[in-house]
């Protein structure tokens, strides 16, 4: 079975354009997590999803974040306009919702780094 | 809210000793645990769970954990580590919802 696909895996860019990260939950999963991950904070659980329909978002850290779930199969996070604080790794986590004792699957990430 | 907390930043062995990453827990109502493995440059890896039932439980790679109700703690285990073992490791709780609260993670160190 294919697991979470994100992408690109590596992302270099400037300060002040427009990132766009993209996460393909695995099929049949109605729950989607966004995480960031950095060696000063951890892993931080940014928004999620349940049904396409974001839940959670208290994790934004600013308005230069938005997620969106246009269908089951496809998410992004986009950073509007990028700062070098912003360099982290971000995942992407699906699950199925059953009696909540499923676990999450992650993908392997996206390497953001803004210079 | 849900919590655990994993106590050591660091855990060193030799090969085919035995192997134990710490984790506590603070919940209100019955846990939902879980622990995962993260190598170098990928996603955290499902390893194994505990919902209810019997307090020692198997997961992937030969891990095992125990749950203890009355120290709260769900301690990671495997009977002879491996190089190959090296990574972090994250102790995690279900939050409300079906958020995961992890921990800060533990790295495992494993010398030839």
């Known amino acids: 079975d294919a697991g979470v696909i994100q992408s690109p895996r590596h992302e270099v860019t400037e300060m002040g354009q427009e990132v766009t990260l993209r996460c393909k939950p695995i099929?049949?999963?109605?729950?989607l997590f966004w995480y960031r991950q950095t060696m000063m904070r951890g892993l931080e659980l940014l928004i999620y999803?349940?049904?396409?329909?974001?839940?959670?978002d208290s994790g934004m850290p600013e308005d230069r974040f938005s997620a969106k779930m246009p269908n089951a199969s496809f998410s992004t996070l986009k950073i509007q306009p990028s700062e070098p604080r912003d360099s982290a790794v971000y995942f992407c986590?699906?699950?199925?919702?059953?009696?909540?004792?499923?676990?999450?699957?992650f993908g392997d990430g996206t390497r953001l780094s803004i210079l | 809210a849900q919590s655990v907390a994993q106590p050591e930043d660091q855990v060193n062995v030799a090969e085919g000793n035995p192997l134990t990453v710490k984790c506590t827990y603070s919940?209100?109502?019955?846990?939902?645990l879980f622990w995962y493995v993260q190598y170098p440059n990928r996603g955290l890896q499902f390893l194994l769970k505990?919902?209810?039932?019997?307090?020692l439980v198997k997961g992937s790679y030969g891990f095992e954990a125990e749950f203890n109700k009355s120290q709260t703690s769900f301690h990671l285990k495997k009977p002879s580590a491996l190089v190959s073992d090296s990574a972090l490791y994250f102790c995690?709780?279900?939050?409300?919802?079906?958020?995961?609260?992890f921990g800060a993670g533990t790295t495992v160190t494993v010398r030839a």
């Open positions: 986590a699906s699950s199925y919702s059953t009696g909540g004792n499923q676990p999450q699957h």
């Open positions: 099929s049949g999963h109605d729950y």
């Open positions: 999803f349940n049904n396409n329909v974001p839940i959670d």
């Open positions: 919940v209100s109502g019955n846990p939902y």
């Open positions: 505990y919902i209810t039932g019997d307090n």
């Open positions: 995690a709780v279900r939050d409300y919802d079906y958020k995961l609260s």
